[in-house]
């Protein structure tokens, strides 16, 4: 018998849980800490590495007290995070700024001269993150700040991921060249990739701004799936946490990949992990480039297979700028969504209220709903963006199917699925798949299943996921929904490609008409 910590760091608070290797989920206890926006800048969000870990001290205290278990028996400790989440440190690993979070925008404009450089070069990695560098990862952030930053350009000596980060804090490694950093975050946020050396070549990187002269030996340090440890818990923060000092952390990830182990991922599996966006997580055993894919990497959600993420960059955000915007809750504006009938809104509305992540990889496009007229509700927009969401779902699983992605299973994992039975009907009849959910809340189970296997209770990932993931919930598609939504996805799609992308002119009058069809149809009329 084991008992270990698994830990997830999330966009606004962390959740400690504690696993017994037989017994399953012990107890979970969270502590929340703020994020930094700004009035002026929609595009800034931030948060302090220190609020992380006092909250990290809090939730693993509370967790042990609350389960009964002395701190002295857990095992091991690992640890997912969001990301790209990207924090400059000093040659002792202080940190410089608070982290650029995953939903910090402001790298706009650095990520279109990345990607502009990239295929100019034909720069191989380009093709790997699907042919577009995002605002959201790893270079574009950093290179921002050093813009923005001058007077600390002389202090700065690395950056790193906040998984990376929090396990070398936690090891009490003070040496920027001495920390291991996850293949998860470098390969899917940062352009590594073992086929081509590691990362992009040095002079690349300066030709896209000799602010970045240097950078790639900054950056240098062993990239490791997380089979493989990243250290030991130090005395310090043994003593911090209740803990006892040396146990094993292994390599950290992003939470949406162990997330994905944790709801029981397999081959064959998609994962939409669900929350406040959505992250889609598919494993493989080949590794073929995937057209607007954001990352196909290697070793990054299981050792031993090739992790394909991709997601829609805003979804339970959405749902709360609808209901903030009607002066209401979610949960009071999803009152009676269950008695709604597919597409009967007549409206049909586009997710990209916080930019396309994929397919197009565009963050300069907006939320748009079409269809209005002066009898619709904040209440018909909500179930709107639930249809909207999933039809954009579906367009990254055609895609993927499309470049060889085995797409047998899609299980809807995260928060938002937990609590919204709604949401997981429409997925099913417009994904037409059965879609099955955790029944319970799979966060933090996939850094638990880490931990057992850094401790060595379970020989692989598989066993360790038989014996600790949940039993699952199963969505059926519903055939008449699934009529109605294979007309309305047809021109989704149309609108999404032509809107998205301005490549074509769309008769906006004929697609008018069409909906009202749909909708009267929907309706009995």
Same mark, same amino acid.
């Given at each position: ?7 997830? !760091?999330? /966009? ?11 017994r ?7 502590? *929340?800490?703020?994020?930094h ?31 009964? +278990?002395?701190?002295?028996? +857990? ?28 939903? =910090?925008?402001?790298?706009?404009? $650095? ?8 295929? $100019?070069?034909?720069? $191989?990695?380009?093709?790997w993150?699907g042919?577009v ?5 790893? !270079? ?53 990739n ?5 990362f ?13 002269? *240097? ?20 005395a ?17 990830? !992003? =939470? ?26 598919a ?33 339970? =955000? ?20 269950s ?13 990209? =209220? ?5 397919? %197009? +990889?565009?963050?300069? %496009? ?20 639930? $249809?909207?969401?999933?039809?954009h ?5 055609e ?22 039975? +709604? ?7 417009v ?14 189970? #996939?850094? #638990?299943?880490?931990?057992? %296997? ?5 020989? /692989? ?8 993931? %949940? ?30 992308? #301005? ?19 929907s309706?009995?009329?």
């Amino acid at each position: 018998m084991a008992v270990v910590a698994g830990v997830d !760091f999330g /966009t606004l608070s962390v959740r400690v849980t504690l696993l017994d290797s037989k017994r399953g989920r012990l107890h979970t206890a969270t502590a *929340g800490y703020p994020l930094h926006r700004k009035k002026d800048d929609p595009d800034h969000a931030t948060q302090s590495h220190d609020d992380q870990m006092t909250a990290l001290a809090e939730a693993m205290h509370a967790a042990l007290k609350q389960a009964g +278990v002395d701190g002295a028996s +857990v095992e091991a400790i690992a640890l997912d995070t969001t990301g790209s989440s990207v924090i400059p440190v000093d040659k002792n690993m202080r940190p410089l700024a608070e982290y650029y979070l995953w939903c =910090d925008h402001r790298a706009k404009r $650095e990520a279109q001269e990345i990607t502009r450089l990239a295929h $100019e070069e034909k720069l $191989e990695a380009i093709a790997w993150c699907g042919g577009v560098y995002s605002h959201e990862w790893g !270079f574009a952030k950093l290179l921002h700040w050093l813009r923005n930053n001058p007077e600390q350009r002389g202090d700065f000596a690395s950056a790193f991921e906040h998984c990376d980060m929090v396990a070398a804090t936690l090891c009490g490694t003070t040496d920027p060249k001495q920390v291991k950093r996850s293949v998860c975050a470098m390969g899917h946020k940062w352009m590594w990739n073992a086929r081509w050396g590691g990362f992009p070549p040095q002079a690349f990187l300066s030709k896209v701004d000799p602010l970045f002269d *240097g950078i790639v030996e900054k950056l240098t340090g062993e990239c490791l799936t997380s089979d493989h440890l990243a250290g030991h818990l130090s005395a310090e923060w043994a003593a911090k946490l209740g803990l006892r000092a040396g146990i094993p952390i292994p390599v950290g990830a !992003f =939470d949406a990949h162990w997330d994905a182990i944790g709801a029981g991922c397999k081959a064959g599996d998609v994962v939409n992990v669900v929350g406040t966006s959505t992250c889609i997580i598919a494993m493989q055993k080949g590794s073929g480039l995937i057209p607007g894919v954001c990352g196909v990497v290697p070793g990054s959600v299981h050792p031993a297979y090739t992790g394909v993420e991709a997601g829609l960059s805003a979804t339970g =955000d959405i749902f709360e700028a609808i209901a903030r915007r009607a002066w209401v809750a979610v949960s009071e504006l999803s009152e009676g969504l269950s008695e709604y009938r597919a597409e009967q809104t007549g409206l049909l509305r586009l997710a990209w =209220d916080n930019g396309d992540r994929t397919v %197009l +990889v565009d963050a300069e %496009l907006a939320g748009v709903t079409l269809g209005w007229n002066l009898l619709h509700t904040a209440q018909d927009e909500l179930f709107a963006a639930i $249809e909207g969401t999933a039809f954009h779902t579906r367009i990254i699983l055609e895609r993927m199917v499309e470049h060889g992605v085995p797409v047998e299973r899609v299980i809807n994992a995260g928060g938002i699925p937990q609590q919204n039975a +709604v949401l997981n009907q429409v997925y099913a009849n417009v994904l037409n798949k059965p879609v099955v959910v955790p029944d319970g809340v799979p966060t933090s189970l #996939g850094s #638990g299943i880490f931990a057992m %296997l850094a401790c060595g209770a379970f020989p /692989t990932i598989e066993a360790a996921q038989q014996r600790l993931c %949940l039993q699952h919930k199963t969505f059926t598609p519903e055939p008449a929904a699934v009529r109605i939504y294979e007309q309305l996805y047809t021109l989704y799609r149309r609108v999404y490609f032509a809107f998205g992308t #301005g490549s074509s002119q769309i008769d906006m009058r004929e697609i008018f008409v069409k909906l009202r069809e749909i909708a009267a149809g929907s309706n009995g009329d």
